[in-house]
T-cell receptor
Framework: DGGITQSPKYLFRKEGQNVTLSCEQN?????MYWYRQDPGQGLRLIYY???????QKGDIAEGYSVSREKKESFPLTVTSAQKNPTAFYLC?????????????FGEGSWLTVV | QKEVEQNSGPLSVPEGAIASLNCTYS??????FFWYRQYSGKSPELIMS????GDKEDGRFTAQLNKASQYVSLLIRDSQPSDSATYLC????????????FGAGTRLAVHP
């Protein structure tokens, strides 16, 4: 089945450690996105990418990094520079068609600092 | 001004009533708009997309878009307790990079 797969679903990070969240899609979508959601809050854009080997900073990019070496993959690294990384992270992809746009979400990854 | 603004709520309506959710956006060039529903701890689920001015209906849901006023709304008719969730407005911004911005969401509570 086509869709977006995020892994791991739950992740614990120690202070000073970098961690990477995986996002893979088999929908052949060009655009991919990473969002962060804190309890009771909306989705805030971290990074997004329209094509392979190109990506743009979102509103809260500090302390995060991404790569887009393949169309189907858009991993997010939470670096030690991100001082408050505990949150729910969502990956999304988007198909742009003449008749409109369709956005798909992964099931999310919960990151907790221990 | 925030890029996409929504009232945080909670919006409380009785079962069977019409719930009205509103969203404004800052980019006059935006062309694509979406409403999502999100239950706590889950991924957002698409309710509707709208691209042209006017109304778009799908079952109990109606999305309304007014690009001149930079305003998009969602009406939920015959509200049910199962509609209780957070509703997110999302806008694709112009500028060539497909920047997709979400509002902070409006929490809806439908009480029996």
């Amino acid at each position: 089945d086509g869709g977006i797969t995020q892994s791991p679903k739950y992740l614990f990070r120690k202070e000073g450690q970098n961690v990477t969240l995986s996002c893979e899609q088999n929908l052949n979508h060009d655009a991919m996105y990473w969002y962060r959601q804190d309890p009771g809050q909306g989705l805030r854009l971290i990074y997004y990418s329209q094509i392979v080997n190109d990506f743009q900073k979102g509103d809260i990019a500090e302390g995060y990094s991404v790569s887009r070496e393949k169309k189907e993959s858009f991993p997010l690294t939470v670096t030690s520079a991100q001082k408050n990384p505990t949150a729910f992270y969502l990956c999304a992809s988007r198909e742009q068609k003449f008749s409109g746009n369709t956005i798909y979400f992964g099931e999310g990854s919960w990151l907790t600092v221990v | 001004q925030k890029e996409v603004e929504q009232n945080s709520g909670p919006l409380s309506v009785p079962e069977g009533a019409i719930a009205s959710l509103n969203c404004t956006y800052s980019d006059r060039g935006s062309q694509s708009f979406f409403w999502y529903r999100q239950y706590s701890g889950k991924s957002p689920e698409l309710i509707m997309s709208i691209y042209s001015n006017g109304d778009k209906e799908d079952g109990r849901f109606t999305a309304q878009l007014n690009k001149a006023s930079q305003y998009v709304s969602l009406l939920i008719r015959d509200s049910q307790p199962s509609d209780s969730a957070t509703y997110l407005c999302a806008v694709v911004f112009s500028g060539g990079y497909n920047k997709l911005i979400f509002g902070a969401g409006t929490r809806l509570a439908v009480h029996p």
